[in-house]
């Protein structure tokens, strides 16, 4: 079985949402591979899991 990745970048641009150069996202999941649960930083990748729940608020930054 292939394994399928996807990238905090690629969650963001799936989102939809718009941001700028004082925004940033939190990105969490549910239902990952294992069950796993938890949050999503830049630069990081998941391997994906059908089923699998993300939630993705934009967040100014000061």
């Not at 799936?14 to 069950?35: H, K, M, P």
């Not at 993705?56 to 000061?62: A, D, L």
């Amino acid at each position: 079985m292939q394994e399928h990745k996807v990238d905090y970048d690629e969650i963001v641009r799936l989102s939809g949402l718009i941001g700028t150069d004082t925004t940033s996202f939190l990105i969490s999941y549910e239902r990952g591979v294992g069950n796993a649960s938890g949050n999503l930083s830049q630069g990081e990748s998941i391997v994906l899991k059908d089923g699998m729940v993300f939630n993705v608020t934009n967040c100014n930054r000061s």
